[in-house]
């Protein structure tokens, strides 16, 4: 029922990748795919598929993905949460943590002040 449209697919860590093992395997690939097609007419769709494959299993041979984990996102925010929600959080926690830091009555009345609009809004 919830299933995202586009699954989370892991990505490839380029930076650890093995390029040289990548480049050889890949040369190999191709020249055994040349190899086999060139004895046969084939069509565009087939060699564009055979090609795609050949990338795709050099690839996932010679570079590490991520992991699942940490391609999920760990939190999937609720429909009703909005921008002005956002908005309000957080002027909420900067007028808390401006208080905790320096209890005085300015900063007392601004937290009050915040208060106010907050169920101001909710009325």
Not at 100 to 116: F, I, R
């Amino acid at each position: 029922m919830n299933q995202p449209i586009f699954p989370h697919i892991p990505k490839y860590v380029n930076t650890k990748a093995n390029w040289t093992m990548f480049r050889n395997k890949l040369n190999e690939e191709i020249l055994s795919l040349t190899q086999k097609f060139h004895t046969s007419v084939v069509t565009a769709d087939t060699y564009a598929e055979a090609m795609t494959s050949i990338l795709t299993n050099t690839a996932n041979q010679a570079i590490p993905r991520t992991s699942l984990r940490k391609t999920i996102p760990k939190h999937t925010p609720k429909a009703w949460w909005t921008k002005d929600c956002q908005i309000m959080w957080r002027i909420k926690n900067a007028t808390r943590r401006a208080y905790l830091k320096k209890p005085s009555p300015a900063t007392y009345l601004s937290k009050v002040a915040y208060k106010q609009r907050l169920t101001s809004r909710e009325q």
